[in-house]
């Protein structure tokens, strides 16, 4: 399949689609934790002894440590697997630019 430049494999297509529907899903996931809480633990979340709390336009916003951890997980979830995903699929040679001249 050819778009935009690029060429990607039947092998990276039956991966990365249903990756990018898991990814919508966690990316709206992510939104909906934003607006809840007001802020996301991610990336500037911190710990200290037993408080989890974040600093987001400088007020200090106390989190539970199930919400620290549940925006933190869904922040990583976001920025991590779908970029790790198309590296490897670059690494593998499944997805590939035809107007890189390597």
């Excluded at 911190?46 to 922040?75: C, M, N, P």
Aim: aromatic share 12%.
């Amino acid at each position: 399949m050819k778009r935009r430049g690029q060429i990607i494999s039947a092998r990276a297509k039956r991966v990365l689609y249903p990756a990018y529907a898991v990814w919508l899903c966690v990316f709206v996931s992510f939104v909906a934790d934003l607006i809840a809480l007001g802020t996301s633990a991610f990336p500037g979340g911190r710990i200290e002894g037993a408080r989890h709390f974040v600093v987001e336009h400088g007020k200090t916003i106390d989190l539970t440590a199930g919400q620290f951890w549940l925006s933190y997980t869904l922040g990583i979830s976001v920025v991590a697997v779908l970029g790790v995903l198309i590296a490897v699929f670059y690494w593998r040679g499944d997805l590939k630019d035809e107007n890189r001249d390597i």
